[in-house]
């Protein structure tokens, strides 16, 4: 079976989960051929793997006016009711004004070219992850190639993460593009319930629960355990902006400290916010306590997960965090807010401790405790894992994506 994946930027740093997922697919024999919206930056080329994956992936952006050009005359020349029709469905997909029309207008310079690609490769259906352009170039590819919303062989798909995709949905046009979704993948029961929410329940069916996934195995424990000796050793991992909530894990750091707790912080990641974060620390008289170690790539992240003793995520949206599923799978206990999908994953009390969003004071709580106990840490760390190897295995997560697209694709004829 050909498929074609679009990501607004792929391979990337942060979307590691995504490749992960196309690998299972290839190796159960489906042909994926991958899209970018925006041509990776050597920052997300960490690995040999990201760099084979991006030698392979056809970027839109920037454009290559030759691609676009013959695409665009061949496409108006060929089907021109289809092509004008699909621009007219691009500017009433996209918002009001200026700048919302100008941006439905380069969905539609995207969406021509993709269709022509795939047409070439024999590819009929798209496959888009995350918000953003990536889900409107799929939608108006499949309605390029069927000529309008009525059905035929074009068809597109998308998983859909949140928590970035519920900020604004009138915007987003999120409800349209579920409803002219051949099924959506809903990454948790809570990215579920809130589509449910956005469309008819004769949509229901549609939305499919498959959570994303790791290898345990390439996320093992270290070997001969962790010395739990000397100061917690305290890990994150994440891009540094607002909504990953840091400044509220620094400002736990500085309360430990005060309270006597030796304690260290070690965040791995970059962003906007870095600079603004390390001066926070330097003003909280912490800033020796905390080490910014930068973006890591998955062939060095193990190294962070094996030298710390607990992992905190204190994100303010989430839709289930990859991050999370890696540090559980290295045995480590992990302290995060009880939002979104998270509790799906971290069983409060039993692998870990959640906590009401935004509050440092509970935060410092959980941490405190998790620094006088040796043995809860362990025994946190031995269920994070066990979770993890038992519900969010990249295998087993392959497979159940495998499945949905046999069982929703095959039947119309579009391998």
């Known amino acids: ?7 607004g930027r792929y391979p990337a740093v942060t979307h590691t989960f995504i490749l992960r997922e196309i690998q299972q697919l290839r190796r159960q024999g489906f042909e994926i051929e991958t899209f970018s919206v925006w041509r990776a930056s050597d920052q997300d080329l960490l690995t040999a793997l990201d760099r084979a994956e991006h030698a392979r992936t056809y970027a839109l952006l920037p454009p290559r006016p030759a691609d676009y050009l013959r695409c665009h005359l061949l496409t108006a020349l060929r089907t021109p009711r289809r092509y004008a029709r699909t621009l007219a469905r691009a500017l009433r997909l996209s918002a009001h004004g200026l700048r ?3 941006l439905g ?5 995207e969406a021509v070219v993709v269709q022509r690609r795939c047409q070439r490769r024999g590819i009929r259906h798209v496959h888009v992850h995350l918000d953003g352009t990536a889900p409107a170039v799929g939608l108006l590819v499949a309605y390029l190639g069927n000529g309008g919303p009525d059905g035929g062989p074009w068809s597109f798909s998308m998983t859909v993460h949140g928590s970035k995709e519920f900020f604004d949905v009138a915007r987003q046009r999120l409800a349209r593009k579920v409803r002219a979704a051949r099924f959506v993948v809903c990454i948790s029961d809570f990215t579920r319930s809130q589509l449910m929410a956005l469309v008819d329940a004769t949509h229901w069916p549609r939305l499919h629960v498959v959570h994303c996934g790791i290898d345990p195995e390439h996320f093992a424990p270290p070997e001969g355990g962790r010395a739990r000796d000397g100061a917690m050793r305290i890990l994150t991992v994440g891009r540094l902006d607002n909504m990953k909530g840091v400044a509220i894990l620094v400002e736990a750091v500085g309360e430990l400290a005060r309270r006597g707790v030796a304690v260290t912080l070690t965040v791995v990641g970059d962003g906007p916010q870095r600079e603004q974060l390390q001066r926070m620390a330097q003003r909280a008289s912490v800033g020796e306590h905390v080490t910014w170690a930068g973006a890591v790539g998955q062939d060095a992240i193990r190294a962070h997960y094996h030298a710390a003793d607990v992992f905190c995520l204190p994100s303010f949206a989430e839709g289930i965090p990859v991050v999370l599923m890696e540090a559980m799978s290295t045995g480590l206990p992990v302290v995060a807010n009880q939002i979104t999908g998270i509790p799906e994953l971290v069983e409060d009390e039993v692998s870990g401790l959640l906590v009401r969003p935004g509050r440092t004071d509970l935060l410092v709580d959980a941490l405190q405790r998790l620094a006088g106990d040796g043995d ?3 025994q946190m760390g031995r269920a994070g894992r066990e979770k993890v190897r038992r ?5 087993a997560v392959g497979h159940d994506l495998g499945e949905l697209f046999d069982e929703e694709l095959r039947p119309r004829g579009l391998s």
């Open 391 to 395: 519900e969010f295995t990249s295998g």
């Open 105 to 109: 207008l380069s969905w539609f310079l």
């Open 100 to 102: 919302g029309r100008l």
């Open 1 to 7: 079976m050909r498929i074609a994946y679009l990501v």
């Open 376 to 378: 809860l840490q362990a």
